[in-house]
T-cell receptor
């Protein structure tokens, strides 16, 4: 079983749509993350849920909004996206102390905004 | 200067070759270090953590030099399946937004 599950794997949406990306981790980790990755670039951190608090990268536009229903779920709500938001969206989880280990990533959602 | 810099790629090597990647970091307070592997259009996967004493996992050896602020990854006896992008990741004590991914080094192993 995949330890970090993301759905959907692919998503095409119009600029006026509202959609959600879902992420669930089955590892008992206490920290979860959303990353955005453009082609041939490293992942860029968008949000962190850790120590039961949500931290936001201030450079991320408000058309992205995270939601954490519980410690194993971290969803990403999308609204009024732009074509430049097309990218691979990766969810990850880790122990809260990342010194003891790295991230486990989900397989990602490939998003295309038309 | 970038916070984490990796060797520019791509590296093109024949099967069986030994290849080494370096990664330098600028924050001397960095606490933990990792190498990830990412296949084309796939998610990054943790390859190995990097410890001050150095560590080895089969054909892969990682080293950390805190004094010079760099980490390295050595791949021996390269396989075709090693072709991927290798990402260096540097964390401060608490991770989170200070976690930095390097831009990655692309490796092509050819028959």
């Amino acid at each position: 079983d995949t330890e970090v599950t993301q759905t959907p794997k692919h998503l095409v949406m119009g600029m006026t749509n509202k959609k959600s990306l879902k992420c669930e981790q089955h590892m008992g980790h206490r920290a979860m993350y959303w990353y955005k990755q453009k082609a041939k670039k490293p992942p860029e951190l968008m949000f962190v849920y850790s120590y039961e608090k949500l931290s936001i990268n201030e450079s991320v536009p408000s058309r992205f909004s995270p939601e954490c229903p519980n410690s194993s779920l971290l969803n990403l709500h999308l609204h009024a996206l732009q074509p430049e938001d097309s990218a691979l969206y990766l969810c990850a989880s880790s122990q809260e102390n990342t010194k003891s280990g790295g991230y486990t990533f989900g397989s990602g959602t490939r998003l295309t905004v038309v | 200067r970038k916070e984490v810099e990796q060797d520019p790629g791509p590296f093109n090597v024949p099967e069986g070759a030994t290849v080494a990647f370096n990664c330098t970091y600028s924050n001397s307070a960095s606490q933990s270090f990792f190498w990830y592997r990412q296949d084309c259009r796939k998610e990054p996967k943790l390859l190995m953590s990097v410890y001050s004493s150095g560590n080895e996992d089969g054909r892969f050896t990682a080293q950390l030099n805190r004094a010079s602020q760099y980490i390295s990854l050595l791949i021996r006896d390269s396989k075709l399946s090693d072709s991927a992008t290798y990402l260096c990741v540097v964390n401060p004590r608490t991770g989170g937004f200070k976690t930095i991914f390097g831009a990655g080094t692309r490796l092509f192993v050819k028959a």
